[in-house]
Every structure is written in structure tokens, then in C-alpha cells.
């Protein structure tokens, strides 16, 4: 399958202060999709990254979709303490029968210190 | 409209016992898809079901075994339980032709093997 490496594992960081998360592949991915978990939640869809360069923005966040579309990076700019939770990346594939398959790097969790 | 459903949202079960957990798609929502959730592994794909037919599975043993009825309601059951299977078990369902390929996570069953 598609590998996704993520960093960092965890990133503590002032209120206030910036935040990247960074995902890395070997292989060219089709697609990249983020998501971020909140402390007792479940994933919840960020976005979606397709095209090689692709720069997209939400509000204070930034996704990036790197040129040789074998990495992607999240920005959020000037943290808030709901910015809190745990941020995966995904590649995406399709399997030979339709099938969608997502494979996630293990995620950056993200600490705000008020 | 209502989002994923899943039950029970705990279980404890012990080594040896099987276990059936429960998942109701978004309606109109006809592919499921199984995760699980670990500290040490992160989120791995288990299976996918659209339209009561398994279209991927990811590796994990025959222990792991799910099935999809005609409402798009999924089950998945695991057989002969060990500890390592503790984790919380996700549910997304997706609506096919979204071209974002969102998944739509449940907020998961927490199940602990003793």
C-alpha cells in the first residue's frame, strides 16, 4: 500500500504561536486527505489534495500538496486551544473492485499551551 | 441529517469470547468501511462494504469478519478475542461519487479485552 511517515509524533506549542504537520511518502500518492481527531473523538474530514503544487485554505489553516505529490504539509496559523487534537493525513487509493481505500500516517498530536 | 451511529460504544469482553459491534451508515450512504485504532498502530484499514459485498480487506486475520445488509447497516465481529484486539473500532461511511472521497467517521466502540 500507499506508506504515509508523519511529523512530528506530538508538537506542544504556545497559543498564539504557528503549527506544521508534515506527511511523507516514497511513492507518488493519487491523493492526500487530512483529518483531525479531538481528545475522545473521531476523525473528521479536513480536506482533500489531488493536484500536484495544490495549495488549499481553510480560515487559519493552509494544506499543501507537494510538486512531485509525494508529500503534503498542514499550517495553522496563529493556534487557538481549539485547535487541539490529533491531525492525520491519508493517502487515498482505489482497490481493483471500486473499493476507496484510506491508509493514515499516525498523526501529529497537537498541544496549546493558553 | 443524522451521522454515523455505531453500538455498543463500550464493550469489555475477555480473551477467547467473540464480539459483534454495530455500525448505521449517513443515509444514503451505501460503502462502510471498518478501521481500527490503536496507540501503537494508529488507524488501520480493516474492510470495506457496498452493497452487501466486501470489496477490500486489509490485513488482518479471518479472526475479523464483517458483513453489510440491505439498509447499508454493518456489522463486524471478531472471533477467538486476544488482547492485542483492544482498541476502538471505527465505522466511516462515504457517499459514492462524492469526489472529495470523505469519509464520515462514527464515534467509534471502545472495546477492552481482559
Known amino acids: 500500500g500507499q506508506q504515509v511517515m508523519q511529523i512530528p509524533q506530538y508538537q506542544h506549542v504556545q497559543e498564539g504561536e504557528d503549527f506544521t504537520t508534515y506527511c511523507n511518502s516514497s511513492t507518488t500518492l493519487s491523493n492526500i486527505q487530512w483529518y483531525k481527531q479531538r481528545p475522545g473523538g473521531h476523525p473528521v474530514f479536513l480536506i482533500q489534495?489531488?493536484?500536484?503544487?495544490e495549495v488549499k485554505k481553510q480560515k487559519r489553516l493552509t494544506f499543501q500538496f507537494g510538486e512531485a505529490k509525494k508529500n503534503s504539509s498542514l499550517h495553522i496559523t496563529a493556534t487557538q486551544t481549539t485547535d487541539v487534537g490529533t491531525y492525520f493525513c491519508?493517502?487515498?487509493?482505489?482497490?481493483?473492485?471500486?473499493?476507496?481505500?484510506?491508509?493514515f500516517g499516525k498523526g501529529t498530536k497537537l498541544s496549546v499551551i493558553p | 441529517k443524522a451521522g454515523v451511529t455505531q453500538t455498543p460504544r463500550y464493550l469489555i469482553k475477555t480473551r477467547g469470547q467473540q464480539v459483534t459491534l454495530s455500525c448505521s451508515p449517513i443515509s444514503g450512504h451505501r460503502s462502510v468501511s471498518w478501521y481500527q485504532q490503536t496507540p501503537g498502530q494508529g488507524l488501520q484499514f480493516l474492510f470495506e462494504y457496498f452493497s452487501e459485498t466486501q470489496r477490500n480487506k486489509g490485513n488482518f486475520p479471518g479472526r475479523f469478519s464483517g458483513r453489510q445488509f440491505s439498509n447499508s447497516r454493518s456489522e463486524m465481529n471478531v472471533s477467538t478475542l486476544e488482547l492485542g484486539d483492544s482498541a476502538l473500532y471505527l465505522c466511516?461511511?462515504?457517499?459514492?461519487?462524492?469526489?472529495?472521497?470523505?469519509?464520515?467517521f462514527g464515534p467509534g466502540t471502545r472495546l477492552t479485552v481482559t
Open positions: 466511516a461511511s462515504s457517499l459514492v461519487g462524492d469526489p472529495s472521497y470523505e469519509q464520515y
Open positions: 489534495l489531488v493536484k500536484s503544487g
Open positions: 491519508a493517502s487515498g487509493r482505489f482497490s481493483g473492485a471500486g473499493s476507496y481505500q484510506l491508509t
